[in-house]
Nanobody
């Protein structure tokens, strides 16, 4: 069982940066693939980024590649999403998620979810 709590969301102007964090409980955190997803009003939840248990390999959606960086610290049971060059289209609720298996971009394949944190990018 893993419990996830996101933080770091807020309001930022286009071109600015935000850093999201996700704190996880559970002694087996280091064995999980972690993902970030987002959901804008009226839209389906979409994949943003994922990172394997070791932190050595990450996968990114094309829409954020080169602007967002995902990292993890297994000693502290945390993952982060550094978001640079933010655009109004990045506005959404951002969710942290965990799964035991390898990479997936499909939300339904993640077993554990946080409550989400709002990111709003103004133009």
């Amino acid at each position: 069982q893993v419990q996830l709590v996101e933080s770091g969301g807020g309001l930022v102007q286009a071109g600015g940066s935000l850093r999201l964090s996700c704190a996880a409980s559970g002694r087996t955190f280091s064995t999980y693939t972690m993902g970030w997803f987002r959901q804008a009003p009226g839209k389906e939840r979409e994949f943003v980024a994922a990172i394997i248990w070791s932190g050595q390999i990450a996968d990114y959606a094309d829409s954020v590649k080169g602007r967002f960086t995902m990292s993890r610290n297994n000693a502290e049971n945390t993952v982060a999403l550094q978001m640079n060059s933010l655009k109004p289209d990045d506005t959404a609720v951002y969710y942290c998620a965990a799964r035991r298996q390898a990479f997936s971009r499909t939300p339904s394949e993640y077993a554990y979810w946080g409550q989400g944190t709002q990111v709003t990018v103004s133009s």
